[in-house]
């Protein structure tokens, strides 16, 4: 299989350029650590705000956002991250 774009230059540096910017998680705002391996599911991935498999670009920076692996896979492919509504409770 040939052709995967991911594994092509443009794509790294885009992992790398968003990687540099050591921003939080997108999807749940928490701080991600940059050290870990990339098997660690709280370390690094690069993900798509708009997903591929709904015409979302690669290699597009303002579709690229920095998530945990693990945030990243529970997501799947949701055009929004999941939100709890934190709604306080009022009673009169
Ligand atoms: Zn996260």
Redesign the pocket.
């Known amino acids: 299989m040939a052709g995967n774009p991911r594994n092509g230059r443009p794509y790294r540096a885009l992992c790398a350029w968003l990687r540099s910017q050591r921003l939080?998680?997108?999807?749940?705002?928490?701080n991600?650590d940059y050290n870990l391996d990339a098997r660690h599911p709280?370390s690094f991935t690069l993900d798509h705000e708009q997903p591929l498999s709904r015409g979302g670009a690669l290699l597009d920076k303002t579709n690229a956002r920095a998530?945990?692996r693990?945030?990243?896979s529970s997501k799947g492919n949701r055009t929004t991250p999941p939100r709890q509504p934190k709604r306080p409770t009022l009673r009169w």
Do not use: D, K, M
């Open positions: 939080p998680c997108w999807l749940c705002g928490h991600i709280l998530a945990h693990r945030c990243n």
